[in-house]
């Protein structure tokens, strides 16, 4: 049977909170690999393989890790960012000739995984295909040479996912060929599942990077906006992450503590905990100013929580028709302590339907039986539900 060989640099070496992205697409690559086998080429510390036939992964040594923090913008990135380049089309193109039964590539993100796909199809006559990532269009495809680039490795893969349907448009627009929306979804630990509380006080939880993008900043102004009665609603708040913002976000909540409000830093978590945060709020916050669909929005999903977010990206269109949660009316601190007001005058329990209808489109094994239908044609035993991108 042929081989689905999926090239990323958002593979975790071991389970970590820092890597959200880096999760959802092991638990994607073991759920493909139960239809066929599945070979993961991602950086590492170093070039080591690991894994068994059916779901290998293989390593080749960065100068750096995460590559997520290499800016092409810095001058002092410039030799990792040209050494990874180097090794990672050295290393998929070894892995290509020694497995001898890759049938497609699919690069995970557009950049720099699209570009050695691009580079190893063309010699070895493999077709790839690309899953882009917000980072991808809206921050690396400004800079004119790369953006060039992009288009290049956007136009002549196979097929084209997104994991929000405006990424999926925008990557339509910068490539010229079609792109379909395809949800990153994680699978979490089991856990109890209690369902969230029907009337105040409530639990509220925010999970994710401490960064100006993730908006930790404006959810701290927010509940710096909080009335003394809002409070008496609101039995803890949860803050787990961690990131550029450290410094700034620990000592709001220090002083949110010295004013005697019940909030509290918990750092990176692991899988584990994180399920456990979300099955513990009974809301989950997401305050981003840019965003996409995150993944915590399908983790909220999974736990049957309903989300306070910003009217950004994908979560303007899915929280509004699913009727997931509540939705800030701009982004700003003012706005979405408005939001949280409003999530404190309503139960959680409210939103249980929607959020229903909304997991059946955040469905991991869909999510990949689609794929390999796509990817491998004729070589599964589902049938074709004819979708086409």
């Known amino acids: 049977m042929p081989r689905i060989l999926l090239v990323t640099t958002s593979y975790p070496e071991e389970e970590s909170g820092r890597a959200a992205a880096g999760s959802f697409v092991q638990d994607f690559a073991s759920e493909l690999s139960l239809a066929g086998p599945v070979t993961v080429l991602a950086p590492g510390h170093a070039a080591i393989t690991t894994g068994h036939d059916g779901m290998q992964t293989v390593r080749f040594a960065a100068p750096r890790l995460p590559l997520s923090l290499l800016n092409p913008l810095r001058p002092l990135d410039w030799w990792a960012i040209a050494a990874t380049m180097q090794r990672g089309r050295q290393a998929l193109d070894r892995v290509v000739t020694e497995a001898g039964d890759v ?6 993100w557009a950049l720099p995984s699209g570009f050695w796909a691009r580079g190893v199809s063309r010699r070895h006559g493999i077709p790839y295909s690309c899953w882009a990532l917000g980072s991808d269009i809206w921050t690396l495809g400004r800079i004119p040479l ?35 929306y395809l949800p990153s979804v994680r699978r979490l630990p089991q856990g109890t599942r209690s369902g969230p509380a029907s009337e105040p006080p409530y639990r509220l939880a925010y999970l994710g990077r401490w960064h100006m993008n993730k908006g930790g ?3 701290l102004d927010a509940l710096d906006e909080l009335r003394p009665d809002d409070w008496s609603r609101i039995a803890e708040v949860r803050i787990a992450g961690g990131g550029p913002m450290e410094l700034l976000v620990r000592e709001r909540i220090a002083a949110l503590r010295a004013a005697h409000r019940p909030v509290s ?43 306070v977010s910003m009217p950004v990206g994908d979560l303007t269109t899915l929280v509004a028709n699913y009727g997931v949660g509540i939705l800030s009316r701009a982004v700003s601190g003012i706005d979405y302590a408005r939001a949280l007001q409003e999530a404190l005058s309503r139960a959680p329990t409210e939103f249980q339907s929607g959020i229903s209808r909304a997991l059946k489109t955040f469905d991991l094994p869909q999510a990949a039986a689609s794929v390999r239908r796509e990817l491998l044609p004729g070589r599964s035993d589902d049938s074709d539900d004819g979708t086409q991108t």
């Open 217 to 219: 900043d404006l959810l």
């Open 103 to 108: 049938g497609h590539i699919l690069a995970l």
């Open 146 to 180: 790369v953006r060039s680039l992009l288009s290049q490795v956007i136009r002549d893969a196979a097929f084209r996912y997104a994991d929000g349907y405006q990424l999926a448009a925008d990557v339509e627009r910068i490539g010229g060929r079609p792109c379909r």
């Open 265 to 307: 830093a918990l750092g990176y978590l692991e899988p584990p905990d994180a399920a456990q945060l979300l099955r513990w709020a009974d809301y989950v916050l997401l305050p981003s100013r840019i965003e996409s669909v995150p993944v915590v929005f399908s983790d909220a999903l999974q736990c049957a929580r309903p989300v």
